[in-house]
């Protein structure tokens, strides 16, 4: 039972560049979630779904796109990558809104340059 | 903007004494959480307690939640140098959903 993992687990980008992140749950869980974690500000909702084929924004989307095309797999685009997107990006599953306990990858860190 | 918010925003105790901080939060809610994270680290879900809820515990964890005054409060009885971490609360920012944000957090040392 490997929970919640995230891929790859550091990169660097150089400023315009694209990539994604993946994140993979094998708990059956329903809602999945992206965060990005900055110093000192904890943990920031960049976009969360509420099950396959749902995606919905959280409070900081911009710059982002997310797709759940499989209920397992929730990845998260950077289209154009920008030096303000440098951080750690974490990825979460939970099973239900009755049952929100959230399951955390080991996280991303990413940097843009 | 962030749900929550911890207060302290650091603390540092001896091994053995006890560490409360506390989380306030804006909107109505359905439960509240509490995670640990370890440097580095993904987050811990430790405890859970719903809006119905006054008080729960578990093992040396005790939190408490006061819907009136919008605000929760983790106490760690007899700390050990292994709780050293940062502790965040977490809620829905709207009733009726699940976006679950955090706030800040308390970074907890505990000297040995």
């Known amino acids: 039972n490997a929970g919640v993992t995230q891929t790859p687990k550091f990169r660097v980008l150089k400023t315009g560049q694209s990539m994604t992140l993946l994140c993979a749950q094998d708990?059956?869980?329903?809602?999945m979630y992206w965060y990005r974690q900055d110093p000192g500000m904890g943990l920031r909702l960049i976009h969360y779904?509420?099950?396959?084929?749902?995606?919905a924004k959280g409070e900081v989307p911009d710059g982002y796109n997310v797709s759940r095309l499989k209920k397992q797999n929730f990845l998260l685009g950077l289209e154009s990558a920008a030096p303000s997107q440098t951080s750690v990006y974490f990825c979460?599953?939970?099973?239900?809104?009755?049952?929100?306990?959230?399951?955390f990858g080991q996280g991303t860190r990413l940097t843009v340059v | 903007s962030q749900q929550g918010e911890e207060d302290p925003q650091a603390l540092s105790i001896q091994e053995g004494e006890n560490a409360t901080m506390n989380c306030s939060y804006k909107?109505?809610?359905?439960?509240l959480q509490w995670y640990r994270q370890n440097s580095g680290r993904g987050l811990v879900h430790l405890i859970l307690?719903?809006?119905?809820?006054r008080e729960k515990h578990s093992g040396r964890l005790r939190v408490t939640l006061d819907t009136s005054k919008k605000s929760s409060s983790l106490l760690i009885t007899a700390s050990r140098a292994a709780d050293t971490a940062s502790y965040f609360c977490?809620?829905?920012?709207?009733?009726?959903?699940?976006?679950?944000?955090f706030g800040a957090g308390t970074r907890l040392t505990v000297k040995p």
């Open positions: 979460a599953s939970s099973y239900s809104r009755a049952d929100p306990e959230a399951f």
């Open positions: 708990m059956n869980h329903e809602y």
């Open positions: 779904s509420v099950g396959e084929g749902t995606t």
């Open positions: 909107t109505s809610i359905n439960n």
């Open positions: 307690i719903r809006s119905n809820e």
């Open positions: 977490a809620t829905a920012a709207n009733f009726n959903n699940n976006d679950m944000r």
